[in-house]
């Protein structure tokens, strides 16, 4: 991968430490290689795959091995027309990284506080607008990620010397 001077930059946490600077080299227009796409590719299914299980299993257990393939296919062939890579449907936002997690909760909190400061009803906003809107918070106000990481690192001291004595069985399996 080559990285031009003029390429942006984001900076991540690694393993806990802060100020790793690396690169955003995919943007508009940029021209994929081969392994670029199929990368691509394989995220892309993935996400079709998680997104659309659901219903399959749904309709899978309504009408068993009879169920109607073709109209899930029809479905699905929706679904995909209106699919957009990396945008998140119903206002669903999973992170990884537990502190991008968190301060998506806080900004989504503040959108929704200001919004019924201004006397509007949340529910004329859909989950993805306020989402929408939270991303936009996180950008724009960088103290919303630092209450994130006061907030994860307040939890973790607290939870730090726990050890919880778990009593689950995996789903179908016996405890060891």
Do not use: C
Request: aromatic share 6%; hydrophobic share 40%; glycine share 6%.
């Amino acid at each position: 991968m080559e990285i031009a001077s003029e390429t942006p930059t984001k900076e991540i946490k690694i393993q806990g430490v802060n100020g790793w600077i690396v690169p955003l080299p995919f943007t508009e227009g940029y021209t994929l290689k081969t392994l670029e796409a199929d990368q691509l590719n394989q995220v892309l299914h993935e996400n079709i795959r998680n997104n659309f299980a659901k219903t399959v299993e749904k309709a899978l257990k309504e009408q068993g091995d009879d169920f109607d393939q073709e109209a899930l296919q029809r479905q699905l062939n929706e679904y995909l027309e209106e699919y957009e890579f990396g945008a998140r449907r119903g206002g669903t936002f999973r992170a990884a990284d537990p502190i991008e997690a968190e301060a998506m909760n806080i900004a989504r909190d503040l959108v929704k506080e200001g919004l019924k400061r201004r006397g509007v009803k949340l529910k004329d906003f859909s989950p993805a607008d306020i989402t929408a809107e939270a991303i936009r918070a996180i950008e724009k106000y960088p103290q919303i990620t630092t209450q994130a990481e006061e907030s994860v690192a307040a939890r973790r001291k607290a939870a730090d010397g726990i050890q919880l004595d778990l009593n689950v069985t995996p789903a179908g399996g016996v405890a060891e």
